[in-house]
């Protein structure tokens, strides 16, 4: 791992002692980090806001499929959250590593609030309003935008609530409650749409963002266990021009130069730009080759979330050694899913095949987030975490393109082929990559 020289050298401000983990067996092993207070705080935040997030991918999926019927229109709306998403993560690492991350995030969570409510209303014709293609393509943009500068915080912040020891559990359990959501999330999304309208969905989504603000203001505003800049460093912080600038650029040279977190952050790329575009494609691939409705994405969406469960909890109570080849395991699991996801053409063997998907990207995830958050320079920890981060705008660019696949190709020649591309990718990082394939 990389260092800053001595002169730089971070001090390490420790506020709350570290606790062992609780019990002797499994379930204490894996849920050590829900019993401080303060991580709750943030789990249930964070849990509410990923709940809201399935929920519009679903709802605003199957509007965008509803209004234009197109595969394209469905990869314009992911390139509409991509691209903010990613000219602005390096600010958000920038910000993750210098502004209270608690502030960052309670604005951005509320923001999200008002966005919801405003396409409720939309939804619902109020006001002789009438929602539009466009109103769905400005909101993915501007949320990309505030979302992109809030995501750093909100994954660099569990560094400075957690102790070292418990850095992995506590990622893992975090990525649980995004795959409970989206085990609730998606279904309770299909059933509003069922049996009233998409515009309960927004309004519900909008509830849930304004009670994780709730949540997240409890959180201390001050680090419990940080790396403090040395004052010769701080000083720098008043000078917000060049100072933010040179920050951001910094940022990007420690990944670009550190072979431990570059090579990381680019097999992390490598898999979500190939493999994940198939969530954006769900709607219309559930519509065109399964022949079903919003309730049946619903569901499957919420059975690959029982399978993200089970991957997360897995990765919560691993010991310390042998991520690397998990990331690689877990990122072939999750390519061999998704080519029976695309070969299957019957929804009740779909089912069975998206507890796969589910276990294969909760576990990449998770795996992945804790890799970049161990092997990274603490100075540096959140512009890391936003590069790494820029592989959910990625996604967006991929998705665009596999959409284009989609409409000349059909959908499961372009997920299935792309995905067996991925699973021969992994066997290749696993013999030609040692750095990878032997991180602790």
Do not use: C
Request: aromatic share 10%; net charge positive; proline share 5%.
């Amino acid at each position: 791992m990389a260092r800053a020289t001595e002169a730089d050298a971070p001090t390490l401000t420790l506020e709350a002692p570290a606790q062992p983990h609780a019990g002797a067996g499994w379930f204490g092993r894996t849920f050590s980090s829900l019993q401080d207070s303060n991580f709750r705080l943030l789990y249930f935040g964070n849990t509410l806001q990923f709940g809201s997030m399935q929920m519009q991918l679903l709802v605003r999926g199957y509007l965008v499929f509803d209004l234009t019927g197109s595969f394209a229109a469905l990869g314009t709306m992911a390139l509409a959250n991509a691209i903010p998403g990613l000219l602005l993560a390096p600010v958000g690492g920038v910000v993750a590593d210098r502004a209270p991350k608690k502030t960052v995030i309670q604005f951005a969570q509320a923001y999200n609030a008002i966005n919801a409510a405003v396409l409720a209303i939309l939804a619902a014709g109020l006001f002789g309003l009438e929602l539009q293609f466009w109103h769905l393509f400005l909101s993915a943009l501007l949320q990309g935008g505030v979302n992109s500068i809030m995501m750093p915080s909100r994954q660099s912040i569990i560094s400075d609530l957690v102790p070292a020891e418990r850095l992995t559990n506590a990622v893992a359990i975090n990525t649980s409650g995004q795959n409970l959501m989206q085990l609730i999330g998606p279904g309770l999304g299909g059933l509003l749409i069922s049996l009233w309208s998409p515009s309960a969905v927004f309004w519900l989504m909008g509830a849930m963002y304004a009670l994780a603000v709730t949540f997240t203001m409890r959180i201390p505003a001050r680090p419990l266990y940080a790396f403090e800049r040395q004052p010769a460093r701080a000083a720098t912080k008043g000078r917000r021009g060049s100072g933010s600038m040179k920050e951001l650029v910094g940022g990007l040279r420690y990944v670009a130069q550190d072979p431990v977190v570059r090579l990381l952050i680019l097999v992390n790329f490598l898999i979500v730009v190939v493999a994940m575009p198939y969530t954006m494609l769900l709607p219309g691939f559930v519509r065109e080759v399964l022949g079903r409705g919003a309730g049946a994405q619903g569901l499957l969406m919420a059975v690959s979330g029982v399978g993200a469960i089970a991957g997360s909890l897995f990765v919560a109570s691993m010991s310390g050694h042998g991520r690397g080849r998990m990331m690689i395991v877990w990122g072939a699991v999750l390519g061999i899913g998704l080519v029976g996801f695309a070969a299957s053409t019957s929804f009740y063997i779909t089912l069975p095949i998206m507890l796969i998907i589910g276990v294969g990207q909760a576990g990449r995830m998770s795996i992945g987030q804790v890799l970049i958050q161990a092997y990274s320079a603490p100075e540096y920890r959140g512009r890391a975490l936003a590069v790494w981060m820029m592989q959910f705008y990625l996604v967006q660019f991929g998705t665009f393109f596999v959409g284009i696949l989609a409409e000349l190709l059909g959908p499961q020649l372009a997920i299935g082929g792309l995905a067996f591309l991925m699973v021969v990718a992994m066997g290749l990082v696993a013999l030609t990559l040692p750095t990878v394939r032997n991180l602790d």
